[in-house]
């Protein structure tokens, strides 16, 4: 069972201007091979599929808890995402509907992911960066407590570069609060998977 508390894991500073390019980057950590879709998906189906939890308990939490931590970062991310396509907060007067004659966004035809725009306002969705679809080839559940840890691990050293790239092609502190955050929560699940490991083989 999940708990939701309503409010993101960390404060996001308000972006300075819309970037839909930056948004674009900041998808690849929610759809990408490596994004929060990837290790959520991982965590929940391989918590759900958890045999002999009595026994592994400490496991069994262990991979089970940071599943809900990643629904979180699923929700910082996608929240990221539509602050950087839709830029800061306009308090500008739109009584009018605002005026369509003059081709308002005729920018955003140019912007790298487009679909994330004009099909989705702005929205992120379960894609990479490029626009590919996040999909369940993703996943890995073995079965395998050991088997699965190795593959957390792997997953969070992955993913960690992953961030600290994206990080690297940013400037606005939206994107960059993003991945500062995830690329800590990371580094401490790598570091929890790798102690697991090693006291689930001696």
């Known amino acids: 069972m999940f708990l939701r508390v309503n409010k993101l894991q960390v404060d996001l500073p308000a972006p300075k201007r819309p970037d839909p390019n930056a948004a674009a980057a900041l998808q690849e950590l929610l759809g990408g091979k490596y994004g929060e879709m990837s290790t959520l998906g991982n965590y929940m189906f391989q918590s759900f599929n958890f045999r002999s939890k009595d026994k ?12 809900a931590e990643e629904l979180g970062h699923v929700e910082l991310v996608s929240n990221g995402v539509a602050m ?38 702005g929205g992120a969705t379960p894609v990479s960066s490029n626009g590919a679809s996040w999909n369940n080839d993703f996943i890995t559940t073995t079965g395998n407590v050991i088997v699965d840890l190795l593959h957390n691990f792997h997953l969070e050293c992955g993913a960690r570069l992953h961030k600290l790239r994206v990080y690297e ?13 995830l690329l800590v929560r990371g580094s401490v699940h790598a570091h929890a998977y790798a102690l697991a490991l090693k006291k689930v083989t001696g």
């Open 169 to 181: 092609t940013l400037t606005d502190p939206t994107g960059r609060e993003v991945c500062g955050y």
């Open 84 to 121: 950087l396509n839709n830029g800061p907060d306009n308090d500008g007067d739109e009584a009018d509907g605002g005026d369509i004659s003059g081709a308002p966004f005729e920018d955003m035809k140019d912007i790298r992911l487009a679909a994330a725009f004009l099909s989705n306002g």
């Open 56 to 67: 592994l308990k400490p496991f069994y939490s262990l991979v089970a808890s940071i599943t």
